[in-house]
């Protein structure tokens, strides 16, 4: 095997023999050979297309296979080899509405996936250029972000066809060896841009369906009774959940990036959304283990589990691990066995944090903040987020916003404010100093505070007393880092590793062109050089 998508890999340079993330081998070559499938598809599709066939179901299985790739998504090599079949199916039927015939034909049994799989290879398994191999992969990795984005918007009824046939450019295009260092600069930059419709789609499902969110105090304890945790990331199943639970006595607790789903109106309005337990994902381990109720697993961020609680995980969705049960939509299963489990015995009075801070909730009171920097009294704004991780280096953003002075306002999203989501660092004139705008899926309220704080001060973003501190480990923050790339947004820092997948000359792209740098050895030294 060979993987380097994520920010854990291993000695920053690629996993060859299990992933870190816990991803065995055989499962990182099936990922390979599925892409390697997918290309095969995306041409009949592009081809298909130009002859007026419909493509959309090969739109929507390839948003959803490359999910399927992400990390800590799928650890099963049987759901991959499933995968690779369907895909094959898709290409066929659609070269059958033209010429020619499907190139790529999966051997019938997993193993012979496997064996084929290593044959073929990765695909960056090439002589070319290094720098344009590393352009490649930003490219496909930010692509398998945006199929992500694609996918739990589309769960809610929102796509656009222009974001599936982005993902067949991208599949297609890595396999014409003509494509220049430019040309996978402008494929890459493009990424950001489709990423952009992607996550406009997510906000118009979530707040379509759900309603916007609102400021809201969400208890970080619990009560007596029979319990059931959800993780991941998808509204969707909180709302069936709830919904197939209501009336049984039994409580739900989110955990790591569910948390702000408690700030939508449609969730919040059910009494046995009881709190948040737990923190990021890489403390599952512990967290889930301690947890006295079923678990269901949506979407993405799964470590594979443990024994002690093996029987009581659920996954839904995209997400599978060899052993553990698989729901869809119906979770009676879920619901026996939490009923069967012990819940939680006592009550503890945990602290609560405040969540819901989306661009509306925000942008209500921006004659406030506005006020506030004309008179001084906030002096700069932190867009501190992104994702959490494992590996040593990531306490920089606790020291970050603990160390960040009293005149300024720390924005936060996804699972890395769970370094700090519990500090209480006060207020400025009644506005909090830190603000929690969401999940990693709402990078898009995030871009849309910027844009409108930077129309209502007459300037562009890159002109507003706004630095943005970045956290990444996975594909999904590769594709928000391309969206704020393509909105030519300059000066990011990002930490705590840079990908291993760059190159030297395409960091210096990066650096000439957008003054991207990594965070440095100290959060204190960092505010110093931005504050002046």
Same mark, same amino acid.
């Given at each position: 095997?060979?993987?380097?998508?994520?920010?854990?890999?291993?000695?920053?340079?690629?996993?060859?023999?299990?992933?870190?993330?816990?991803?065995?081998?055989?499962?990182?070559?099936?990922?390979?050979?599925?892409?390697?499938?997918?290309?095969?598809?995306?041409?009949?599709?592009?081809?298909?297309?130009?002859?007026?066939?419909?493509?959309?179901?090969?739109?929507?299985?390839?948003?959803?296979?490359?999910?399927?790739?992400?990390?800590?998504?799928?650890?099963?090599?049987?759901?991959?080899?499933?995968?690779?079949?369907?895909?094959?199916?898709?290409?066929?039927?659609?070269?059958?509405?033209?010429?020619?015939?499907?190139?790529?034909?999966?051997?019938?049994?997993?193993?012979?996936?496997?064996?084929?799989?290593?044959?073929?290879?990765?695909?960056?398994?090439?002589?070319?250029?290094?720098?344009?191999?590393?352009?490649?992969?930003?490219?496909?990795?930010?692509?398998?972000?945006?199929?992500?984005?694609?996918?739990?918007?589309?769960?809610?009824?929102?796509?656009?066809?222009?974001?599936?046939?982005?993902?067949?450019?991208?599949?297609?295009?890595?396999?014409?060896?003509?494509?220049?260092?430019?040309?996978?600069?402008?494929?890459?930059?493009?990424?950001?841009?489709?990423?952009?419709?992607?996550?406009?789609?997510?906000?118009?499902?979530?707040?379509?369906?759900?309603?916007?969110?609102?400021?809201?105090?969400?208890?970080?304890?619990?009560?007596?009774?029979?319990?059931?945790?959800?993780?991941?990331?998808?509204?969707?199943?909180?709302?069936?959940?709830?919904?197939?639970?209501?009336?049984?006595?039994?409580?739900?607790?989110?955990?790591?990036?569910?948390?702000?789903?408690?700030?939508?109106?449609?969730?919040?309005?059910?009494?046995?959304?009881?709190?948040?337990?737990?923190?990021?994902?890489?403390?599952?381990?512990?967290?889930?283990?301690?947890?006295?109720?079923?678990?269901?697993?949506?979407?993405?961020?799964?470590?594979?589990?443990?024994?002690?609680? &093996?029987?009581?995980?659920?996954?839904? +969705?995209?997400? @599978?691990?060899?052993? #553990?049960?698989?729901?869809? =939509?119906? %979770?009676? $299963?879920?619901?026996?066995?939490?009923?069967?489990?012990?819940?939680?015995?006592?009550?503890?009075?945990?602290?609560?944090?405040?969540?819901?801070?989306?661009?509306?909730?925000?942008?209500?009171?921006?004659?406030?903040?506005?006020?506030?920097?004309?008179?001084?009294?906030?002096?700069?704004?932190?867009?501190?987020?992104?994702?959490?991780?494992?590996?040593?280096?990531?306490?920089?953003?606790?020291?970050?916003?603990?160390?960040?002075?009293?005149?300024?306002?720390?924005?936060?999203?996804?699972?890395?404010?769970?370094?700090?989501?519990? &500090?209480?660092?006060?207020?400025?004139? +009644?506005?909090? @100093?830190?603000?929690? #705008?969401?999940?990693?899926? =709402?990078? %898009?309220? $995030?871009?849309?505070?910027?844009?409108?704080?930077?129309?209502?001060?007459?300037?562009?973003?890159?002109?507003?007393?706004?630095?943005?501190?970045?956290?990444?480990?996975?594909?999904?923050?590769?594709?928000?880092?391309?969206?704020?790339?393509?909105?030519?947004?300059?000066?990011?820092?990002?930490?705590?590793?840079?990908?291993?997948?760059?190159?030297?000359?395409?960091?210096?792209?990066?650096?000439?062109?957008?003054?991207?740098?990594?965070?440095?050895?100290?959060?204190?030294?960092?505010?110093?050089?931005?504050?002046?």
């Amino acid at each position: 095997m060979f993987c380097n998508q994520c920010e854990q890999t291993a000695r920053n340079t690629g996993c060859t023999t299990v992933g870190v993330c816990g991803k065995k081998g055989e499962v990182a070559d099936l990922q390979d050979l599925l892409v390697h499938a997918l290309k095969d598809l995306a041409a009949a599709a592009i081809d298909a297309r130009s002859r007026g066939v419909d493509i959309m179901e090969a739109g929507r299985f390839t948003a959803e296979a490359l999910f399927a790739t992400l990390t800590n998504v799928d650890f099963d090599p049987v759901s991959f080899g499933n995968r690779i079949d369907d895909a094959a199916g898709l290409t066929s039927r659609l070269r059958a509405d033209g010429s020619g015939t499907a190139t790529f034909v999966p051997e019938p049994t997993v193993e012979g996936k496997i064996a084929q799989a290593l044959v073929i290879g990765s695909p960056w398994d090439t002589n070319r250029d290094d720098d344009v191999t590393a352009l490649q992969q930003t490219t496909l990795y930010g692509a398998k972000g945006v199929a992500a984005y694609a996918y739990h918007a589309r769960v809610l009824g929102y796509e656009d066809p222009a974001v599936y046939e982005y993902l067949f450019k991208v599949l297609a295009a890595i396999q014409d060896t003509n494509l220049d260092l430019g040309a996978w600069v402008g494929l890459a930059l493009e990424c950001g841009k489709v990423n952009l419709r992607a996550m406009e789609l997510l906000d118009a499902g979530n707040t379509g369906v759900y309603g916007h969110p609102e400021p809201t105090a969400v208890d970080l304890g619990h009560r007596p009774g029979k319990a059931i945790l959800i993780s991941g990331h998808d509204l969707r199943d909180l709302d069936l959940l709830l919904a197939q639970t209501e009336g049984l006595g039994i409580d739900v607790y989110t955990h790591g990036e569910m948390l702000p789903t408690h700030a939508y109106p449609a969730l919040k309005k059910y009494a046995h959304l009881a709190g948040h337990y737990g923190t990021a994902w890489q403390n599952q381990h512990r967290e889930f283990e301690a947890f006295p109720g079923a678990i269901l697993m949506t979407t993405n961020c799964l470590t594979p589990p443990k024994d002690s609680y &093996k029987d009581r995980i659920f996954t839904t +969705g995209p997400v @599978r691990f060899p052993g #553990v049960a698989h729901v869809e =939509d119906d %979770y009676a $299963a879920v619901i026996a066995k939490a009923v069967s489990m012990p819940g939680f015995t006592d009550s503890t009075q945990g602290t609560t944090v405040l969540t819901g801070f989306g661009r509306n909730a925000v942008l209500s009171v921006a004659p406030a903040v506005i006020d506030a920097v004309k008179s001084g009294a906030i002096r700069h704004f932190f867009l501190v987020g992104g994702c959490d991780g494992a590996k040593p280096g990531r306490n920089y953003y606790t020291d970050f916003v603990e160390k960040a002075p009293a005149d300024t306002v720390v924005l936060t999203l996804a699972c890395g404010k769970f370094r700090f989501f519990d &500090k209480s660092i006060g207020d400025i004139g +009644g506005i909090p @100093r830190l603000l929690d #705008v969401g999940q990693c899926n =709402d990078a %898009y309220s $995030a871009v849309q505070i910027a844009v409108a704080l930077a129309e209502a001060f007459e300037t562009d973003v890159n002109s507003l007393p706004l630095s943005m501190i970045l956290s990444w480990y996975e594909q999904k923050a590769v594709a928000i880092l391309l969206t704020l790339l393509h909105l030519g947004i300059t000066g990011i820092r990002l930490g705590p590793s840079l990908p291993a997948f760059i190159t030297p000359a395409v960091l210096q792209v990066l650096v000439d062109n957008f003054g991207i740098r990594p965070i440095g050895e100290s959060a204190e030294a960092d505010l110093a050089e931005i504050l002046g």
